[in-house]
């Protein structure tokens, strides 16, 4: 073999990589359980919030020590193989939309008392009323002006065309509620944007139903601070001129004096807060006098005028200040004695980020902005930036660049121009990111923010500016920790069955291809190990989509050993020497190989470019999952059968066991004889299931359908899964159930009666699940929830949210799904020469696809009812990936025949190919299969129908290459063959 030190050499590296990046996720998992253990009471209660705060304590700890090397638990979570929210819980946030705003902005923002007043009022009414913010504003309204129509406010020139003072103010408020509905559905896909960028993998996001409040949960997130940063910023870009500390230090001494005279006169309860506030002051030093000696230590010849309201630690273009100080700063300045002293065309924003002083303090600048006229309108919004991305500054130093449009770039230059030699500050949610001294005219759009970030933080930026600004404030209302939606014990339950299906597949393996089948083994470990390793690399997070992945990958590793050594012995069979048949083996299988990977990996690349959500998760496994599967089971058994066969044909390395010599090898099966039955079965069970489907319905999962949830308090912990399974069985719609802030509370969500909304329809769902509950766990319900005892739970809270499968990314998913069909008919027509080829392939996959969703609607009817979810999705996908792969192989063979000895027997060249590649195609059905049944039989409830899905699939997917596609195949070659008879008779 060739290159075979090169193989050597990319294998020991990217099994050195992959063992360092791993070794970060066995560090975190110990400092987790260190946190569990923390956290965990005598009863074995955990407290979640408990957790979360040692793992807090030690952010910034060293935990790992690697060759020297010291990485805080920081650096070892950003580096760590995650979880999805499936398998390891995470973040769950409830956020509210502010209509506050919204009211005040289609009101033309009115300086009008009452009207103001009723908004304020509302703002505090909602906050403990279940009615809408718009009724309670309107009824406040109401109340302080009597007889006043809402015509009067809101018929500005801005509502031009849409209200008048004839308006009624019913027409009115119908039209502000439609605005804060739009504002809700667009803060909806903002948000969604925004995580999606987060690097999160299969994060949730819903709407409550009935309120402007939407409901996130965010998968192993740790840094919670980002995340509130990242869901509550507005994203409202400015760019402003910067005025000079020169430029208004006559308005700083202004305040400087008014301060110091009333802290002269003031009471001493006054005098002692203001001696707290200066407690680095000694007694004997006045303000003035202090913060003199500070400028005479800086800059003797200086001459600025500065505040002295808190201690100045320098003043180069501005004022900066112990960040500790910043607090009682914005006190003062928001107290109207002084804030009516700052000129109409100034205002003062904070940097967002302190410096570190010399001497380690933390020091924030108050920077000067120049308004104009009194104006709030900035010369350029960020509504003009069209691209955002982070970038690297002349420094190296983590920058984000900016695009903008043909408008901004104009004004942008004019800024430019009017302002070189002076500061201009970048602008977002009035925090000042940077203020670069412009060095000349900036003549088109393309800029760049840099300042003091690090690369997570311009990375954040960036999704920000990207993504769009809010179109209303949102406040975090609700955060809590969430258990893994498939309960831990259904995760162990899945992971033993998995191993122990793969454990079952190396004893088959061995002892049907002897030391052959050692090879495979050691190709298969690699191809996982690697997945894993790349994955911890690119910090991804496994879900249980990616799981259906890495399934679907241990399929095709297998497949692509069991080609190579089928066609090994094929070639022993004929008499050739042991090196030349492996050689030969290697060689005719590689074709096969290659276009059934570069196929799926098609699929794999279209599905991450175009979908979203489980969909993108379940993509980024299969891509790393074929590219690996393709080199460990390609290339490195190459190397290991090399080596293993150096004696030549004296060597001990043998592809067969005396229980499988020449199994297999003499078929003669006319299977084309039998397709147009197949094409009736397939069309019955198609059509029977599709009618059930219609008739009766799918089991549609809460993700899918949106609930009503539940929080659930108990004394004890219980099994998430256990009170999943027991309450499917208790009453109709899908049920969820995951922990909710501690094992002993649980978040219950149920599709029980989702279309209905009326409150006769509320109680009976509650009841249900408080009967329900009772009937799993035999406790009692009661209302007092602060003292549970051990027979009791309580609901302490409620709400209805809408579906995290939202309708555009159904749309996305299926858009995604013609785009891959539309590439896998060009590529296997481009690779086959024939178009006939390319439908058939397809027709099979649109087979296949129904058939997974006919047998789930037979099931339900005969009372096994699996759910269609998520995960179903992601099974989905799994069975379309291994029959293109099944199909191509079967493909390649025919065509390898037809080259060999022509079409003009056509059905046998056919029947051929599929009896040449059966033996192939039942060994790595059955490989794949075993995994498959065990986590069935043996996965629990919570896996079924996932595990159900697979099963159904690959049995179809290896039904559907042998009597759907191959017969399509010949059904129309023979047609065009006859066509062109037909042609040829007429010409003659």
């Known amino acids: 073999m060739q290159n075979k030190g090169v193989i050597v050499f990319l294998t020991v590296i990217i099994t050195a990589l992959c063992l360092y990046y791993l070794s970060f996720t066995f560090v975190s998992n110990g400092v987790k359980e260190k946190a569990q253990a923390y956290a965990t009471d005598a009863s074995g209660n955990v407290d979640f919030a408990k957790r979360r705060a040692y793992l807090d304590s030690i952010w910034r700890e060293p935990v790992y020590n690697f060759l020297g090397s010291d990485f805080t638990y920081q650096e070892v979570k950003e580096t760590e193989l995650g979880l999805g929210l499936d398998l390891q819980g995470g973040m769950h946030v409830t956020l509210a939309v502010s209509p506050v705003e919204i009211v005040k902005g289609l009101a033309g923002n009115p300086k009008d008392e009452n009207f103001n007043a009723a908004v304020e009022e509302a703002r505090e009414l909602a906050k403990t009323s279940n009615e809408k913010y718009i009724d309670l504003f309107y009824a406040s309204f109401q109340e302080k002006n009597p007889g006043k129509n809402l015509s009067s406010i809101f018929a500005t020139a801005a509502n031009r065309g849409r209200i008048s003072l004839e308006s009624s103010d019913a027409e009115i408020l119908e039209i502000i509620d439609g605005e804060i509905e739009s504002a809700i559905d667009r803060s909806f896909n903002i948000l969604r944007t925004r995580i999606d960028r987060f690097g999160t993998s299969q994060p949730n996001i819903q709407r409550i139903q009935g309120s402007g409040r939407i409901q996130i949960e965010l998968p192993g997130v740790d840094n919670q601070e980002r995340v509130r940063n990242l869901l509550q910023g507005v994203a409202k870009l400015q760019f402003w001129e910067v005025s000079e500390l020169n430029e208004f230090g006559g308005a700083i001494e202004a305040i400087n004096t008014a ?207 990207k993504s769009g600004s809010l179109p209303a404030p949102t406040q975090i209302v609700e955060e809590s920790i969430i258990g893994p939606t498939l309960g831990k014990e259904a995760l162990n339950q899945g992971l033993l069955s998995m191993v122990a299906g793969l454990v079952i597949v190396v004893l088959f393996m061995v002892a049907y291809y002897a030391k052959g089948g050692l090879v495979a083994i050691a190709a298969l470990v690699f191809n996982i190990f690697f997945i894993l390793g790349i994955l911890a690399q690119l910090s991804a997070a496994l879900t249980l989509p990616g799981i259906a992945g890495i399934v679907l990958t241990i399929g095709m590793s297998i497949d692509a050993n069991v080609l190579i050594f089928e066609r090994i012995r094929e070639e022993l069979r004929n008499g050739v020497g042991l090196l030349q048949a492996i050689s030969a083996g290697y060689d005719k299988a590689f074709s096969a190989i290659l276009d059934s990977n570069v196929t799926t990996f098609l699929v794999g690349a279209i599905l991450y470019a175009l979908g979203q959500g489980p969909v993108k998760g379940f993509a980024i496994v299969l891509m790393i999952g074929i590219a690996s599967s393709f080199f460990s089971a390609v290339f490195i058994t190459r190397v290991i059968v090399s080596w293993m066969s150096k004696k030549g044909d004296k060597s001990s390395i043998s592809f067969e066991t005396p229980l499988a010599k020449n199994a297999l090898s003499t078929l003669n099966i006319d299977f084309l004889s039998k397709r147009k039955v197949a094409y009736l079965i397939s069309t019955g069970i198609i059509v029977v299931g599709l009618g059930i489907a219609a008739f009766n319905g799918l089991k549609f999962g809460v993700d899918f359908t949106g609930g009503r949830s539940y929080i659930v308090a108990f004394n004890q912990p219980v099994s998430a899964s256990e009170l999943k399974v027991g309450l499917d069985n208790e009453f109709d719609g899908s049920v969820e159930v995951k922990t909710y802030g501690a094992n002993n509370v649980l978040k219950v969500t149920t599709s029980y009666l989702i279309n209905e909304d009326d409150a006769e329809s509320n109680l009976e769902v509650e009841n249900k699940v408080k009967e329900g509950i009772s009937a799993v766990t035999g406790l009692n319900f009661t209302a007092d929830a602060a003292d549970l005892d051990e027979t009791e739970f309580a609901i302490t809270g409620s709400s209805k949210v809408g579906a995290t499968v939202a309708d555009d990314i159904k749309t996305s998913s299926a858009e995604a799904m013609i785009v891959a069909l539309i590439a896998i008919f060009l590529y296997i027509l481009v690779r086959f020469r024939k178009w006939q080829f390319s439908l058939g392939s397809i027709i099979a996959l649109i087979h296949d696809t129904l058939f997974v969703i006919a047998a789930f609607a037979i099931a339900s009817a005969f009372g096994a009812t699996f759910e269609i979810d998520q995960v179903f999705i992601a099974a989905v996908l799994t069975v379309i990936g291994y029959s293109i792969n099944d199909t191509v192989i079967v493909f390649d063979r025919i065509r390898e025949n037809i080259e060999a000895r022509g079409t003009h027997h056509l059905v046998k060249v056919f029947n051929d190919a599929i009896n040449q590649t059966l033996g192939r195609t039942l060994i790595t059905s059955f490989t794949t299969l075993i995994v498959v049944i065990v986590l069935f039989v043996f996965g629990g409830e919570v896996l079924r129908g996932f595990s159900f899905a697979l099963l159904v699939g690959i049995l179809v997917g290896t039904y559907s290459s042998i009597f759907i596609a191959t017969p399509i195949v010949v059904d129309l070659m023979k047609k065009e063959g006859t066509e062109a008879s037909k042609e040829e008779k007429k010409i003659a």
């Open 259 to 465: 301060w110091v005279a009333d802290q002269q006169t003031a009471e001493p309860e006054v005098e002692e807060t203001a001696e707290e506030v200066n407690e680095n002051l000694s007694e004997e030093d006045s303000l003035i006098n202090a913060l003199e000696k500070q400028l005479e230590e800086i800059d003797p010849m200086q001459n600025n005028s500065v505040s002295p309201l808190i201690s100045l630690i320098k003043a180069n273009y501005g004022l900066v200040y112990d960040i500790k100080d910043t607090l009682v700063i914005n006190r003062i300045l928001k107290q109207e004695r002084y804030s009516r002293m700052i000129p109409k065309d100034l205002k003062l924003l904070w940097g967002v980020k302190p410096q570190l002083a010399e001497d380690g303090t933390e020091i924030l600048e108050l920077y000067g902005i120049k308004m104009r006229r009194g104006s709030d309108e900035a010369p350029l919004e960020g509504d003009v930036v069209t691209d955002a991305r982070q970038t690297l500054d002349q420094t190296s130093r983590p920058a984000v660049s900016m695009q903008m449009n043909a408008e901004g770039a104009r004004k942008w230059r004019k800024l430019t121009s009017e302002n070189i030699g002076r500061r201009v500050a970048v602008v977002l949610d009035d925090y000042v990111y940077t203020a670069p001294v412009v060095n000349g005219e900036i003549p088109n759009g393309q800029s760049e923010i840099s300042g003091n970030f690090d690369l997570q933080e311009a990375q954040d930026l960036a999704n920000i500016l």
